[in-house]
């Protein structure tokens, strides 16, 4: 150490050190620290077989540190895909050439209603939901005797209360993870908002045609026009009654109804007050409104609710020259499951 510069020299002579051999580590091409060997007995001269020691020692150190370093990055990239797949709303699968379901991430039992767990290694045949059977069978007939690279696909399933889920299935053939032999694997993708807009855009254009035929109509009177508004009206919005009430004072005056002899708050000329209906509160909301479950919400205290058990309604208010005339309403004695869009919304206005 004597060699050194005056600052060095007296830091390694206060911890004794009289020689040393030291090298440079490096990992991924990169500095990464040192590693050395200190004499404190003499000052001494480093033999070739020393130094190739030390350089091999150098050289298997890096070689550690990278393995370790790969494996971590490797663990970090397994977690985020770990995370990314279990956390993914489509179905991601994997079928082996017997049959056998290798992989199913969590969306499936979303979706399908079957846990994950009873359908790992179960033949897909004896599982999968019956509106699924047969594009399953399909696809992977057409995959494992490549007739086609890839297998693409609408599956409808159809629960028990009759509701409908779309889900468009892509499916390929791909070599397992030894290398020796190969699995199905896919996506099935839920894309039932997307139909059910695409359907509510199409009831829509034929709700407005009819709403043009029915309000151009010179054949019809206004009340038969209203009436006829009105059934259309409930067909379209899926409810089972409807009315035109005019407003007094504070008092609520039903005009018209649908259906004529099942509307559950009264006949035309049925008079209430208006601080115990819904109308009230349409009114101060100033347009249109739809409450899909009025039992969850502060709607439950108006006094119509306890008395007619109505449970869903869409209403608006209603203007003739530039005032309030009254209020029309589509309602249900059952929740709207789906609960009312925008475009409902804006319909009925």
Known sequence: ????????R?????????????LPLNSGGAFSGLIGFDDIQRERTWS??????????????????????????LRQSEERYRAVVETAHDVIFQIDLSVRFQFLNPSWERVTGIAVSEAIGVP??????AGMLQQFQTAYRLLRER????????????????????LDTYARLISDAQGKGHLIAGTMIDITS???IEYQLRRNEEALRALYDITSSQQLTYEEKVSSLLSMGSRSFEMESASLSRIE??????EQVYPDDGFPMGMPGTVMKLS???????????????????????????????QYQIESILGTPVTADNELYGVLSFTSLKQHVHGFSIAEKEFVR
Do not use: C
């Open 194 to 196: 997307f139909k059910r």
């Open 10 to 22: 007296k830091a390694y002579n206060k911890q004794g050190v009289r020689s040393f051999l030291v």
């Open 147 to 166: 007739v086609t690279e890839h297998y693409h696909q609408m599956i409808v399933l159809t629960d028990d209360n009759q509701e409908s889920t779309w």
């Open 276 to 306: 115990d209906s819904f109308t009230r509160e349409i009114i101060r909301a100033n347009e249109p409104i739809g409450v899909e479950h009025v039992g969850e919400t502060d709607w439950a205290s108006v006094p119509a609710y306890a």
């Open 249 to 254: 004072d504070d008092r609520l005056i039903v």
């Open 1 to 8: 150490v004597r060699d050194l510069p005056n600052e060095e």
């Open 124 to 129: 897909f045949w004896k599982i999968v939901p």
């Open 48 to 73: 070739p077989a020393e130094i190739a020691l030390l350089q091999v020692a150098a050289v298997a150190i890096s070689m550690a540190q990278e393995r370790f370093y790969a494996i971590d990055a």
